[in-house]
């Protein structure tokens, strides 16, 4: 190939990504100028794969940097400290951390004690959820919650959607529920193409927790 048709080859490939960009551009364009509504939205991070509170603590994050207060209730887990607890606890006028659960529920094997802990983590969450100067509100493992029936879907609904009208809330753990995903504003469901504990490698500190 000669040096002017790799030239002009390359002037096709850039003129055609060019004409793309354009395109995408102005149909990006005219979706952020549909877009005018604030409104605080519900979250949710589901399916099998990693990420999940990987996800919600990144959110978390991000709010710290807009100067937001966050109320996180951490259902289910409990039954060993995490690297997001101990960093996010080092921000108590900002974050308010409740970690709520024991372990999780294969560890458990109590039914009962898990629907106590569960309905009493909720009652906390309650409070996050009613308190306008909290701007957002993790449920992390909530899904599990619900999927085992610890709660009563309605009922959780109910009170999320009673919350202030700026207040975000990020829900997250496998088998979120239909009910709940119908009323949410955005939905994320993660799929597991690989996983290191498949290959016999143990769950890593600032990885896995």
């Given at each position: 190939?000669?040096?002017?048709?790799?030239a002009?080859?390359?002037?096709?490939?850039?003129?055609?990504?060019?004409?793309?960009?354009?395109r995408?551009k102005e149909?990006?364009?005219?979706?952020?100028?549909?877009?005018?509504?604030?409104?605080?939205?519900?979250?949710?991070?589901?399916?099998?794969?990693?990420g999940?509170?990987?996800?919600?603590?990144?959110?978390?994050?991000?709010?710290?940097?807009?100067?937001?207060?966050?109320?996180?209730?951490?259902?289910?887990?409990?039954?060993?400290?995490?690297?997001?607890?101990?960093?996010?606890r080092?921000?108590?006028?900002?974050?308010?951390?409740?970690?709520?659960?024991?372990?999780?529920?294969?560890?458990?094997?109590?039914?009962?004690?898990?629907?106590?802990?569960?309905?009493i983590?909720?009652?906390?969450?309650?409070?996050?959820?009613?308190?306008?100067?909290?701007?957002?509100?993790?449920?992390?493992?909530?899904?599990?919650a619900?999927?085992?029936?610890?709660?009563?879907?309605?009922?959780?609904i109910?009170?999320?959607?009673?919350?202030?009208?700026?207040?975000?809330?990020?829900?997250?753990?496998r088998?979120?529920?239909?009910?709940?995903?119908?009323?949410?504003?955005?939905?994320?469901?993660?799929q597991?193409?690989?996983?290191?504990?498949?290959?016999?490698?143990?769950?890593?500190?600032?990885?896995?927790?």
């Open positions: 190939m000669t040096h002017e048709k790799s002009e080859d390359d002037a096709g490939v850039t003129a055609r990504h060019n004409a793309r960009m354009a995408k149909v990006v364009d005219q979706k952020i100028a549909a877009a005018k509504r604030d409104a605080g939205v519900l979250v949710i991070t589901c399916g099998n794969g990693k999940k509170s990987s996800s919600a603590f990144g959110m978390v994050a991000r709010a710290l940097g807009h100067g937001m207060k966050v109320g996180i209730v951490q259902f289910i887990k409990g039954a060993i400290p995490t690297g997001e607890e101990k960093f996010f080092r921000f108590p006028s900002e974050v308010s951390f409740h970690v709520m659960g024991e372990g999780y529920t294969w560890e458990t094997q109590n039914r009962e004690r898990d629907v106590e802990k569960a309905q983590a909720w009652e906390r969450a309650k409070e996050l959820l009613t308190d306008a100067s909290i701007k957002m509100v993790v449920l992390d493992e909530l899904n599990i619900l999927k085992y029936k610890y709660l009563d879907v309605q009922k959780v109910a009170d999320l959607q009673a919350r202030p009208a700026m207040q975000h809330v990020i829900v997250t753990g088998g979120a529920p239909p009910e709940l995903i119908d009323v949410a504003d955005t939905v994320t469901e993660m597991l193409t690989k996983h290191a504990f498949a290959a016999g490698i143990a769950a890593q500190p600032g990885v896995e927790w």
